[in-house]
């Protein structure tokens, strides 16, 4: 029986009840190297495969039924391929399996709680009740982990326990770099998740990120900058879904693109710096790692009269030009209840950094700050207007 196979007879058979003396749960479970959060009441059986299993308590009002979901976290398993490859292939041994019938088309999330990336479907079971698979996985020094939820899942609970997740011995591979960048000025919708609610926010380009790893990267907005956002971790070549393709040069004079499994290539032409894609043209971003600003800006409403100051020696002093930029919260994940970055404070002033399409602050009273940045037009030396967020900023003469 193959480790997925053993996790998924695991499930099932703490779904009926039958497995002998689960032990209650500590406070924090120490599993295959995570560092895992337990609600109170839970319990915890190890299968003789090595999975593990961690099952919330059974309803008060119907003692006799099974939980309602259950959690396995399967032994470290070699990688083999890329991370999002093998977090395919171990979720369609799973749900291959699990026959539900009628099951949904697998959907492919970076955006989840925690360090993990997520693959879910749902359909029938034998008994006809509607049961969700999910497949939560993550790269460790000692190979790829998945943790498996199947049943009538709480993703509240769930998203908690996950988010607080800590990785004793997290893989060393190298965050990826940005090695090519280009845009091009039509309008994007960016979204935005506050309190429940979700916000688009129109952003003034298309771009298009060519990385180290291969990824092609056309995310329209980083709202805390690619720097500071976790997301750029989770993503590898084999993902190739929503934002996130693969590209490779052929030869000197071509980008082959490609944004999803099955589909063909895009193919960019390369002439005199810019990118072509038939009547598309996309133009090169002016780098601003390690840039550094000197002067003040303001948003471009003449009335407008909160600035932001920057030195050349590293300083800024904001009268609120950042509050009114990013006056909405950023999620731990898409559509999370945790929130991940604060908005920034009325006024403050402290240090600045620039790298990676990002400006991130540092408070002089310990808070931080960062977001998504670039200069707005082609020439690297205009600095009169800059893109911050979705915000543009102004130079004040």
């Known amino acids: 029986m193959t480790i997925t196979a053993a996790a998924l007879a695991l499930a099932l058979c703490l779904s009926g009840g039958l497995q002998e003396q689960p032990r209650p749960a500590k406070a924090v479970e120490s599993i295959f190297g995570l560092e895992i959060p337990v609600p109170e009441g839970w319990t915890r059986s190890d299968d003789a495969s090595g999975s593990v299993g961690l099952t919330p308590p059974r309803n008060k009002a119907t003692p006799d039924d099974p939980p309602p979901f259950m959690i396995v976290v399967m032994p470290p398993q070699p990688l083999k391929g890329t991370l999002w490859e093998m977090q395919r292939a171990v979720f369609d041994e799973l749900l291959k399996a699990v026959t539900l019938k009628d099951a949904v088309a697998p959907k492919h999330e970076p955006s989840v709680p925690g360090p993990f990336i997520r693959t879910s479907s749902a359909g029938k079971d034998a008994q006809n009740w509607t049961q969700t698979l999910r497949l939560n996985g993550l790269l460790t020094e000692d190979g790829y982990i998945g943790i498996m939820v199947y049943g009538n899942d709480d993703l509240r609970t769930i998203g908690t326990m996950l988010h607080s997740v800590v990785v004793k011995n997290p893989s060393k591979t190298p965050r990826p770099k940005i090695v090519e960048a280009y845009r091009r000025r039509v309008q994007q919708s960016a979204a935005e998740f506050n309190r429940g609610g979700l916000l688009v926010t129109a952003v003034p380009y298309d771009r298009l990120w060519l990385r180290s790893d291969g990824v092609a990267d056309v995310t329209p907005l980083y709202l805390e900058g690619h720097a500071a956002s976790p997301l750029p971790g989770k993503i590898d070549p084999g993902m190739l879904q929503g934002f996130y393709g693969a590209w490779k040069a052929a030869g000197d004079g071509e980008v082959h693109v490609t944004r999803a499994a099955g589909k063909p290539a895009q193919v960019y032409r390369r002439d005199s710096g810019k990118l072509r894609l038939d009547d598309q043209v996309w133009t090169p971003m002016a780098s601003v790692d390690g840039l550094k600003l000197d002067g003040a800006w303001r948003l471009p409403d003449p009335a407008a009269k909160r600035r932001i100051e920057f030195t050349s020696a590293g300083r800024f002093k ?40 990002t400006i991130l602050f540092a408070y002089d009273d310990g808070r931080r700050w960062s977001a998504d940045f670039s200069i707005d037009g082609d020439d690297p030396k205009d600095l009169s207007k800059l893109n911050l967020r979705a915000g543009l900023l102004q130079r004040i003469p």
């Open 318 to 357: 904001d009268e609120g030009v950042l509050e009114d930029v990013g006056h909405v919260p950023v999620p731990a994940w898409a559509g999370g209840h945790i929130v991940r970055l604060e908005r920034p404070p009325a006024r403050g002033e402290g240090t600045y950094e620039i790298r990676e399409f």
